[in-house]
């Protein structure tokens, strides 16, 4: 049974300019979720996909966007990096919106420089 | 919820012994969830265990039970019979609200558990 898979595991990116992360939700799994984990906190929620549409949104600018395909995978985009953007970024899938339990991936570390 | 607290931001434990974790809480709804999510150094989020509000049964899974207060709006975890793969960050964690099609999670801030060989 295949988990979250996310991709790269490490990523160096300078001040200003645009990243893109991906995701692959669990096996069966049709609701992506995107968290923000700065150094010692706990994750903030960034935003939900569930039908390729956002759903739910946490508190980020619209630098942070999104994408979900056809086969659920989602992709995070950051545009014009700051060095406040530098953190964990994990994502999350479940079945559906009203499943409460959801199974986490290895994380997206980024480095702003 | 809306707010979740931890305040113990580290916590320590002797192999094979107890340590218990506290959590609080805010929330104005009736019925809820609640979880307890480890992350080791590997940084996976792993689901430790989970509680139903309306559940007056506290929740086990072997090793690790909770101590849910909901009047207290309190939900420590027990670690017992603590091993050294129990190393690790503990998040306690609830959706932000129980509209339908809202499961995205509510984290408090976290506890650094170490244990000692």
Same mark, same amino acid.
């Given at each position: 049974? !295949?988990?979250?898979?996310? =991709?790269?595991?490490? *990523?160096?990116?300078?001040?200003?300019?645009?990243?893109?992360?991906?995701?692959?939700?669990? =096996?069966?799994?049709?609701?992506?979720?995107?968290?923000?984990?700065? *150094?010692?906190?706990?994750? +903030?929620?960034?935003?939900?996909?569930?039908?390729?549409?956002?759903?739910?949104?946490?508190? #980020?600018?619209?630098? #942070?966007?999104?994408? +979900?395909?056809?086969?659920?995978?989602?992709?995070?985009?950051?545009? !014009?990096? *700051?060095?406040?953007?530098?953190?964990?970024?994990?994502?999350?899938?479940?079945?559906? +919106?009203?499943?409460?339990?959801?199974? #986490?991936?290895?994380?997206?570390?980024?480095?702003?420089? | 919820? /809306?707010?979740? $607290? @931890?305040?113990?931001?580290?916590?320590?434990?002797?192999?094979?012994? $107890?340590?218990?974790?506290?959590?609080?809480?805010?929330?104005?709804?009736?019925?809820?969830?609640?979880?307890?999510?480890? @992350?080791?150094?590997?940084?996976?989020?792993?689901?430790?265990?989970?509680?139903?509000?309306?559940?007056? @049964?506290?929740? $086990?899974?072997?090793?690790?039970?909770?101590?849910? /207060?909901?009047?207290?709006?309190?939900?420590?975890?027990?670690?017992?019979?603590?091993?050294?793969?129990?190393?690790?960050?503990?998040?306690?964690?609830?959706?932000?609200?129980? @509209?339908?099609?809202?499961?995205?999670?509510?984290?408090?801030?976290?506890?650094?558990?170490?244990?000692?060989?």
């Amino acid at each position: 049974d !295949a988990g979250v898979t996310q =991709s790269p595991t490490h *990523l160096i990116k300078t001040r200003g300019q645009q990243v893109t992360l991906r995701c692959s939700p669990k =096996s069966g799994h049709d609701t992506v979720s995107w968290y923000q984990q700065a *150094l010692g906190q706990g994750p +903030q929620f960034i935003f939900q996909y569930y039908e390729e549409e956002e759903r739910q949104r946490g508190n #980020f600018p619209d630098r #942070f966007s999104g994408h +979900q395909f056809p086969n659920y995978s989602s992709e995070l985009n950051v545009n !014009a990096l *700051l060095l406040g953007d530098s953190a964990l970024y994990l994502c999350a899938s479940s079945l559906g +919106q009203a499943d409460y339990e959801q199974y #986490f991936g290895p994380g997206t570390r980024l480095t702003v420089t | 919820a /809306q707010t979740v $607290t @931890q305040s113990q931001p580290e916590m320590s434990v002797q192999e094979a012994e $107890t340590v218990t974790l506290s959590c609080t809480y805010d929330t104005s709804e009736s019925d809820y969830y609640l979880f307890w999510y480890k @992350q080791p150094p590997s940084r996976q989020m792993i689901l430790v265990i989970r509680q139903e509000a309306y559940k007056q @049964q506290n929740a $086990t899974e072997n090793r690790f039970s909770v101590n849910f /207060q909901k009047a207290a709006k309190s939900f420590s975890l027990k670690i017992s019979d603590s091993q050294l793969g129990d190393a690790a960050m503990y998040f306690c964690a609830s959706p932000r609200t129980h @509209q339908t099609g809202a499961n995205n999670l509510f984290f408090g801030t976290g506890t650094r558990l170490t244990v000692i060989p």
